[in-house]
């Protein structure tokens, strides 16, 4: 699979541009603030429907505009596969692919995949829980709808109990049957979610060793721990002893929503115990290991975007990485302040490629 023409109108700071990529390799060059990781932005909107970078929708709009066209024209199991995300200003974002809009977006999530690897990747490290689980929500979501799915029902599930919750609150009153219907619909789904996560960690995680291993220089012990407070008790039962202090925060304490995932270096969080080289091949690996997941999953190599990856490691270990990925991945996006950096990089492998100079 990869993305031929991308088209983009009103698209952050692009105006119109237009751009026909090469079946494998694609640099984009130039001056910081120019607009390269605006390009693999918005090739990250056509896989996912959102930016990668700016989660409000109407902010991806070129300033003084009132809407935006993202359109990629993709190869797809010998199929060509027209994709077109667009927002206007006041009405809902919509994904058309050959021309016939989705009656939900998310039945669009998984059929372009696609990794990014970016300096924002450090939030996995750095920020709170939410955005390790997010980052495992997303790896599995791309490969199972079913997943995704429950992982909707749940949300929305959790979201209506916390309402209540707060009625409850601002009403002086307490209604069990009703508290129990989202209890049932919060079991249901977080139990299964719970389920996938497990088996998708004893996948993922011994695919992220090898990548590790791989790309780093020394023989430090890292993993990844899964920490759900489902491994203790199901779900049901959680809710029904937290009810209490749940009445009193006004929202639900317990469940799938406050998982976690521990990233370690020999034994400890890599947060606090691992220098910046470390922390940064922890990163890359981790993404890296989602890009073999995926096309294990898939059965097709998602497109691969490295954002500004000379930030994140030095020439040697970028080298390494385009190395290790040209038996194995599809198409390829860098973006780099440095051509002739870059350029050195692309050159060592044997495939074709192409300079964006913005």
């Known amino acids: 699979m990869f993305l031929k023409k991308l088209s983009l109108v009103n698209y952050k700071n692009f105006k119109a541009k237009d751009f026909e990529f090469d079946e494998k390799i694609n640099c984009l060059v130039g001056n910081n603030g120019i607009g390269k990781t605006n390009v693999l932005d918005a090739i990250y909107h056509l896989s996912f429907g959102k930016s990668y970078f700016n989660p409000i929708a109407i902010q991806n709009i070129r300033h ?63 920020e709170g829980s ?60 977080g139990s299964a979610i719970f389920r996938a996560r497990v088996e998708f960690l004893k996948v993922f995680v011994p695919i992220f060793l090898e990548r590790y291993r791989s790309i780093s220089d020394s023989d430090e012990n890292v993993n990844i721990a899964y920490s759900s407070a489902l491994s203790e008790q199901p779900l049901d039962e959680l809710l029904k002893n937290t009810i209490n202090k749940d009445r ?6 317990t469940g799938i929503h406050r998982d976690d995932l ?12 691992g220098s910046q080289g470390q922390q940064k091949s922890f990163l890359v690996a981790l993404k890296l290991a989602q890009f073999d997941f995926i096309k294990q999953q898939a059965g097709v190599s998602p497109i691969l975007l490295l954002d500004d990856i000379f930030d994140k490691l030095d020439e040697n270990r970028v080298t390494r990485i385009v190395k290790l990925m040209e038996n194995n991945f599809g198409q390829l996006f860098i973006s780099d302040t440095h051509a002739d950096r870059t350029e050195a990089v692309v050159q060592k492998t044997a495939r074709s490629y192409k300079m964006f100079r913005l």
């Open 130 to 189: 939410e955005t390790r689980r997010k980052f495992m929500d997303s790896v599995i979501s791309q490969s199972d709808k079913t997943y995704l799915n429950h992982l909707i029902q749940y949300n929305r599930a959790l979201s209506q109990r916390n309402s209540l919750l707060k009625y409850f609150a601002l009403n002086h009153t307490y209604d069990h049957d009703t508290l129990g219907i989202y209890n049932e619909q919060l079991h249901l789904h």
């Open 262 to 273: 521990s990233l370690e270096i020999d034994g400890f969080p890599i947060k606090k115990f």
């Open 64 to 126: 003084g505009e009132d809407f935006f066209v993202v359109d990629g024209l993709f190869r797809k199991s010998g199929h060509e596969e027209h994709v077109i995300c667009s927002l206007k200003k006041g009405q809902k974002k919509s994904i058309k692919r050959n021309g016939k809009a989705y009656d939900k977006l998310s039945d669009h999530i998984g059929f372009l995949p696609l990794v990014i690897i970016s300096p924002a990747d450090r939030d996995l490290i750095v």
């Open 248 to 253: 009193a925060l006004q929202y639900t304490s």
